[in-house]
């Protein structure tokens, strides 16, 4: 609405209204999210309906910078604390602004909870590579789990962004392990997203699966064929080279 007044008066009536974040506290489904909430289990929750306009773990200032609102975005800024002007930095993959926050506050990044530390994996769940590079060489943990339980290099091989995991696997990476939900490795996420993801069309996949087998990421030769020539030369090719023996 770029309403400043009503924005002022919203900040008034709830002081900690720039912690909300979508897909967190107030902003959760009252279930398992399968089917509309009835009237008295949403109770005082108000839903994620934002979830699907804004995306996953997005905050008032986001929301702003997003819809082009400078204006609003500064005078949210202005009343902002040092984390949430951190987290509104690293989201918007504005590097200049997070390093002077850092630089202000050298101890800031790692003591942030969990639920600020996930912004890193839920930015690779929206495939933001600005982002995650930003918060990777701020020191954000890149085991933090976001979306579906997966860290950042999970998401990262869904979406085939070969750049992005490069970029994780110079940190702690989630090799050879199961993830919480569905069990597979990074190198199972990568074939799922080649094959049914939002990003098949357009992910590097053929380098990704690379990436992954080059980190240590051990494929059952019974996967092939998987559907993709590209992905099924590497993986033969890693299968004849011995690699895994």
Known sequence: ???????ERCLSDDP??????????LYTVAHGNTRPAT???IGTRRGDIYRWVFGHNVSAIDAAVMLGFDDIAALLLRRAS???RLLAACTAGDRAGAQAVVDAQPGIVPALGSEQMRLIADRAHANDLAAVALM??????????GVEG???????????????????LTRAAPIGVPDPTYGGPPLGQCLYGAL???SRHTGDFAATVQLLLDAGERPDPSILPTGREDVDAVLRAHLRSGADL
Do not use: C, K, Y
């Not at 990777?136 to 789990?145: E, P």
């Open 82 to 84: 040092p984390v949430q």
């Open 1 to 7: 609405m770029r309403d400043a007044i009503l924005v």
């Open 150 to 168: 997966w860290e950042p290099l999970r998401w990262a091989a869904f979406h085939g962004n070969a750049d992005m995991v490069r970029r994780l």
């Open 196 to 198: 049914d993801g939002w």
């Open 16 to 25: 900690s209204a720039l912690g909300h974040r979508t897909w967190q506290g």
């Open 39 to 41: 009237r008295e289990e």
């Open 136 to 145: 990777v060489d701020l020191g954000f943990d890149s085991l933090a789990r």
